[in-house]
Antibody
Framework: QVQLKESGPGLVQPSQTLSLTCTVS????????VHWVRQPPGKGLEWVGA???????DYNSALKSRLSISRDTSKSQVFLKMNSLQTEDTAIYFC??????WGQGVMVTVSS | EIVLTQSPTTMAASPGEKVTLNCLAS?????MNWYQQKSGASPKLWIY???NLASGVPNRFSGSGSGTSYSLTISSMEAEDVATYYC?????????FGAGTKLELK
């Protein structure tokens, strides 16, 4: 069945770079899009960006200058990199297939 | 960017009561998705393409709307429906979520 699992550091220092991995199973990245969505503690959902089946990407314009999404299809992994982190980037980060099937999320705290 | 405004922000409904949650878009969108999120859990796709129930969603739920106005309706509230519901537009980038409606049991 379709599964997605996020992984990455739980704590990142301000101004540093966040690197997250979404490992998927049960579907092919060359036939499906993977999106990243984040949720600050106690707040709502924010669409971060996506990588499409053909490998092209789209980003939230508010984050675009700091954000990169890529993939390794041979490993069934999607990567999110966000630089210049601030405390406002503290959130649970989810990866999702077509914004339909969701991973469990990974909590990222930006703090010194 | 299309802004989605959900109303009410919070509501409480009694078992058996009919519930309507609203999502108003700042510009016309082609369709709307809805997600249910329970405390401490990942969101779940609940309704897609405005009116299609996701797998496993009880048929007391329905979705409707067009243009800038969309809604999710529960025909008869049950305790298991307590959750926060979010709308999402996928018509233009960036995709945007509403701020959510928290539904409680009265």
């Amino acid at each position: 069945q379709v599964q997605l699992k996020e992984s990455g550091p739980g704590l990142v220092q301000p101004s540093q770079t966040l690197s997250l991995t979404c490992t998927v199973s049960g579907f092919s990245l060359t036939s499906n899009s993977v999106h990243w969505v984040r949720q600050p503690p106690g707040k709502g959902l924010e669409w971060v960006g996506a990588i499409w089946s053909g490998g092209s990407t789209d980003y939230n314009s508010a984050l675009k200058s700091r954000l990169s999404i890529s993939r390794d299809t041979s490993k069934s992994q999607v990567f999110l990199k966000m630089n210049s982190l601030q405390t406002e980037d503290t959130a649970i980060y989810f990866c999702t297939r077509w914004v339909r099937d969701w991973g469990q999320g990974v909590m990222v705290t930006v703090s010194s | 960017e299309i802004v989605l405004t959900q109303s009410p922000t919070t509501m409480a409904a009694s078992p058996g009561e009919k519930v309507t949650l609203n999502c108003l878009a700042s510009s016309s969108v082609s369709y709307m998705n809805w997600y249910q999120q329970k405390s401490g859990a990942s969101p779940k796709l609940w309704i897609y393409g405005t009116s299609n129930l996701a797998s496993g969603v009880p048929n007391r739920f329905s979705g409707s709307g067009s243009g800038t106005s969309y809604s999710l309706t529960i025909s008869s509230m049950e305790a298991e429906d307590v959750a926060t519901y979010y709308c999402l537009q996928l018509s233009s980038y960036p995709y945007t979520f509403g701020a959510g409606t928290k539904l409680e049991l009265k």
